[in-house]
RNA sequence: GGUCUCUUGGCCGAGUGGCUAGGCACCGGUCUGCAAAACCGUCUACUCCGGUUCGAGUCCGGAAGAGACCUCCA
């Protein structure tokens, strides 16, 4: 590989160099969505950031495998043992199969992911498809000492394996302070420790998702399906894990927990983890209730939006801060985005309406070269978009007559541009092409040269009449010397 | 309460011992019949208090404020 990527590691608070453990191969997991309600803002950070990963790693010349699950039992209400399973009780409310909301929520997700230019994973695993994978593992657990059975219900013996190992070691938590602080919950009867965590749960007999085991008719406990995909698709070592920084404890910590457990090592050799996107300087949360839906920010629908953001607006919002900084939504900068990504795609199109000249006058100054050590540093987004921001100021001084620009180098602006805005950031024109494009082409053209013929008899009222008509239903109105450009905004 | 993180200009957001980050907004100019776009230019920073250093926004210590996790969340 001829760019060296560092990655920051979790596990070790470090920058370290990324050495696949059997290159060209490379494996990327990556926690999904549990899928009991509408995409939002939340869920385009994490899917963003590791499509971005998986762009660059793929760029770089690995042959990677993505897995990114979906959640569809077990994740509870909360951790009591009378924590309701949050698709049952979805499914409960909704008076569905829980199949069918995990069908709905999973198609919702998808169709934002697409609009968002997300790539499909490799893989993309349920957690009800790998029950039997589930209660092997847990077996194996069983078997090794680390877990024990109450009532029907199988708990991780934290205690105990953290006499062998090490408890915490991957969100920096020490035992002793986590059994000092844990909270007494309702419910808890079953486990010797709070901080004991389910492998199976036992199925209370309104409890419609259930499976049958050796120890109760049932269900797994959420932290599992991981453990059990992950090394399932990956092998039992594999190269990074990724998810949301909420997910580092417990759900990470108890993964890393359950695969030492029940194989004697840890699965995972790189940690990484997306921060937080805020709203108002606070943390979305459905608790909080002030998360927004996709739908909602691409519809402009919700109470805190002045107007709506397209799905490239959203992914360039997040591109523009580095994936380990929280990033603050508001409106002012999501408008910024907006505007700061058309100009970046404006200069990419303005490329094919400049001459080449013989010689290069401008600074090019090894654009590709910098924009390759950003990604690699980390995957600094921030830094290449202002590399390419540079590159903006240079095509458009060329475009407006001052300095000149080679074919060759043309090529390479061109080249570099679609390489890192459109093949490894993920953005694309947002064009509202449809079947009447043509048609709309045509008419639009029509009345811009009455325009100009208004223009030159002087009759500026019936010109300036067609061109604020028009800004009003959206067309941006270029004047050139010799005629005229317009766009349409979405 | 415990653990951890952060505090950069009007807004967003990089950087991390010495050299302009970048975007958006604002302001001045060029272009235009007027605009828009584009170009040129200007302005606005590093929470506070100590320390280390020739030199600190950047390292160390302290204070204040904010946030995250510890409980469902991406």
């Known amino acids: 590989m001829e760019h060296i990527l560092s990655i920051f590691n979790t596990l070790t608070r470090k920058k370290e160099l990324f050495v ?21 803002l939340g869920h385009a950070r994490p899917a963003i950031t590791f499509d971005l990963l998986f762009r660059y790693l793929k760029n770089l010349g690995y042959k990677v495998r993505y897995v990114r699950n979906i959640t569809d039992v077990g994740h509870l209400e909360n951790d009591a043992d009378a924590g309701e399973d ?20 999973t198609e919702r997700y998808h169709k934002a992911m697409d609009k968002l ?27 090794n000492g680390f877990a024990y059975e109450k009532n029907g219900s199988v708990y991780f013996d934290v205690e105990k394996y953290n006499k062998s190992y090490s408890y915490g070691k991957l969100s920096g938590r020490i035992l002793e302070d986590l059994m000092a602080n844990t909270r007494e919950l309702d419910g808890q009867g079953e486990k010797r420790n709070p901080f004991d965590f389910a492998l ?5 007999p309104e409890h419609i998702m259930r499976w049958p085991s050796k120890w109760s008719d049932g269900f797994p406990g959420w932290h599992l399906e991981c453990s059990v995909m992950s090394t399932r698709y990956l092998g039992e070592v594999f190269d990074i894990h990724g998810g949301g ?122 654009l590709r070269q910098k924009c ?20 903006v100021k240079t095509i458009n001084s060329v475009a407006a007559g001052s300095g000149s620009l080679s074919k060759e180098d043309i090529d390479e602006l061109r080249n570099v541009f679609s390489l890192f805005l459109f093949d490894i950031l993920g953005l694309q024109a947002e064009t509202n092409s449809s079947d009447n494009s043509k048609t709309l082409e045509e008419v639009v053209n029509l009345m811009l040269n009455l325009r100009m013929e208004a223009k030159s008899r002087k009759d500026f009222e019936t010109s300036d009449k067609i061109r604020n008509e028009l800004t009003k239903i959206g067309f941006e109105i270029k004047d050139k010397k010799d005629g005229f450009e317009w766009t349409l905004k979405v």
């Open 86 to 105: 949050k698709i049952a009780k979805k499914a409960r409310i909704e008076q569905l199969e829980p199949m069918e909301i995990v069908q709905h929520y």
């Open 200 to 204: 199976w749960k036992k199925a209370s």
């Open 245 to 366: 920084m909420d997910l580092l404890f417990p759900h990470h910590e108890c993964e890393i927990a359950q695969s030492v457990a029940a194989q004697g090592k840890e699965a995972v050799r790189y940690w990484m983890h997306n921060n937080m996107i805020t709203i108002n300087g606070q943390k979305m949360g459905k608790s909080l209730g002030n998360f927004i839906t996709l739908d909602e920010l691409f519809n402009g629908t919700h109470k805190l939006l002045v107007q709506a953001y397209s799905p490239m607006t959203i992914r360039f919002f997040i591109l523009q801060a580095h994936y380990r900084s929280t990033l603050d939504f508001s409106n002012e900068a999501l408008q910024a985005a907006e505007k700061g990504m058309q100009r970046l795609l404006n200069a990419y199109a303005s490329l094919d309406k400049i001459t080449a000249a013989d010689k290069t006058t401008v600074d090019m100054a090894g």
């Open 20 to 40: 696949p453990l059997n290159p060209p191969f490379t494996g990327l997991y990556v926690c999904g969505p549990t899928v009991y309600g509408d995409p939002h």
């Open 117 to 143: 230019n997300v790539l499909s994973p490799s893989i993309e695993p349920r957690a009800s498809g790998h029950i039997i994978e589930q209660q092997q593992m847990i077996q194996q657990i069983l078997d």
């Open 372 to 391: 390759f050590d950003a990604m690699s540093d980390d995957l600094n987004t921030p830094i290449v978009i202002a590399h390419l921001f540079d590159s």
